[in-house]
């Protein structure tokens, strides 16, 4: 068997611009935002074995399920400029810095320090209805603020309104 665990950070935030055109090429603006992020673990068991005995859906996984969830309130801002590239393009350059709330999740050493327990019935050739309550998954969690500083570099489309 093969245990697979995996962390994502996942965030929507309201934003605030205030641009100041210098040139018809170069905007620089100021944000203000405001918004949530979700630290997330998942974890993944497959079966590895050449008989595949816990697998009935032939991909392998045995036990899918997230381990851990936190929303936290995020809010911050920041500032950047954009460069006119051609037409309504223009190229973003930006940094933000964003306070966050404390946040519970797992480092990849409370991951190393899992203690994974299987609890479940006796093994039924191609039934081996493995679920949730069959296995016992116990660890320590880490917690922390989670402000960051984000940089981001990409294309930006102008969408202009037509009056009538």
Known sequence: MRIVTSNS?????AVLRGQAPVSP??????????????????LKIYDDSFEQYFDTEEDGIIYNDNLQNSWVFSFGGGAGVQIKLKGDFFLNLGANFLYGTEAEYYTKEDIRNIDYTFTGNAYSP?????????????GATTRS?????????GVTMMIKSKNP
């Open 25 to 42: 090429w170069i905007e620089p603006y100021m944000q203000a935002m405001v918004g949530f992020r979700v630290f997330s673990t998942d």
């Open 145 to 153: 603020k989670t402000s960051s500083i984000q940089t981001n570099i």
């Open 126 to 138: 191609g039934n081996p209805d493995i679920n949730r309550d069959d296995l016992t998954v116990t």
């Open 9 to 13: 950070i996942i965030g929507g935030h």
